[in-house]
């Protein structure tokens, strides 16, 4: 089969190599589409914490188990701990993660566990079935915020994330609102963020009012800044990780002692999460579709992985 290796950062190579064998518990699944994350293109750039080379990347597959349609979802945990018992196995401490510690999606063919697969709905295009992944991480960021109808939801970001997080926010019923300092990559999503009562901003200056959850989909240190812009008791969602901490973090903590907010983190998504974005995916498919803005096949990628650390795309997907 054909597969691109990680053999080091900033070196990408097409080989021609075996399919994976496939373990008692593990499937053989034929990848239509693996789409691309920022993260990536950062272990393309400068590896990463939990990625070990050589490695085939990619963890937003879609594809074919026999005749079946599946997405994937990309963690391998324990199944016996008890974070894996409570659904909260992305917390596991024996999670491994295709793509990172384990062969990914960006190769003809993944040896997947069976557990891991997830179907998908007749109607939803397989692109769109790519993203299930991010929109789960997405989803589960809501659910770890409890945002909840009514509320006032500040998102830092509108690329995909930011996007699929205030998307996820108006469905319960809540009101976001992304702040995006690139006027360009805002404009693109005018039509998608009107259709749904997204409000946007270039900075958060302009925004008046007080907010109930924060969340940055950009890892600038300034988007801790939305500490400052929540009602007291409000909560911010760690949901990427940041570059550094802003110099004045220290008085911006002071607001979690005098204001009781919450600061808390999410990362990654677990199977539910994942199985409500594709169940999203099939509500909202049509109006998604602009976010797949490229299709490459897997020759081109190298080349491209600039342009996904610039933010140019809202997602790239690579299919077979
Ligand atoms: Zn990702
Ligand atoms: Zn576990």
Redesign the pocket.
Same mark, same amino acid.
């Given at each position: 089969m054909k597969a691109l290796v990680l053999k080091e950062p900033r070196s990408l190579g097409l080989c021609e190599r075996n399919d994976p064998e496939t373990g008692e518990d593990e499937a053989l699944v034929r990848v239509v589409c693996c789409s691309v994350c920022r993260t990536d293109a950062k272990m393309w750039q400068s590896g990463h914490r939990d990625l070990v080379m050589p490695r085939v990347l990619g963890h937003e597959i879609s594809g074919y188990l026999d005749n079946e349609r599946v997405a994937v979802w990309p963690g391998i *945990? $324990?199944? *016996? /701990?008890a974070? /894996?018992l409570a659904g909260r196995?992305n917390l $596991?401490? *024996?999670m491994q993660i295709l793509g990172f510690h384990h062969d990914g999606g960006f190769a003809e063919y993944v040896a997947v566990r069976r557990t891991s697969l997830l179907s998908v709905p007749d109607t939803l295009p397989m692109e769109l079935a790519a993203l299930a992944e991010p929109l789960g991480c997405a989803l589960h960021g809501l659910d770890r915020a409890w945002v909840r109808s009514g509320e006032r939801v500040l998102i830092y970001g509108a690329g995909s994330l930011g996007l699929f997080l205030a998307l996820g926010a108006a469905e319960r019923g809540a009101h976001p609102v992304v702040i995006e300092p690139d006027g360009r990559k805002l404009r693109k999503s005018h039509t998608f963020r009107d259709r749904f009562a997204i409000g946007s901003a270039e900075t958060p200056s302009v925004v008046s009012g007080l907010f109930d959850a924060a969340f940055n989909a950009a890892s600038v240190p300034s988007t801790l800044d939305g500490l400052r812009k929540l009602r007291s008791g409000g909560r911010y969602c760690l949901f990427s990780g940041l570059q550094e901490l802003p110099e004045s973090a220290a008085s911006l903590f002071a607001g979690l002692h005098y204001r009781e907010l919450q600061l808390l983190g999410s990362y990654g998504c677990t199977r539910a999460s994942m199985a409500s974005a594709l169940a999203m995916l099939e509500r909202f498919g049509g109006d998604l579709a602009f976010m797949v803005e490229r299709k490459l096949p897997i020759e081109q990628l190298e080349a491209a992985m600039p342009d996904v650390i610039g933010g140019k795309y809202f997602k790239m997907v690579v299919q077979f």
């Open positions: *945990s $324990c199944g *016996s /701990c974070f /894996c196995e $596991c401490a *024996s």
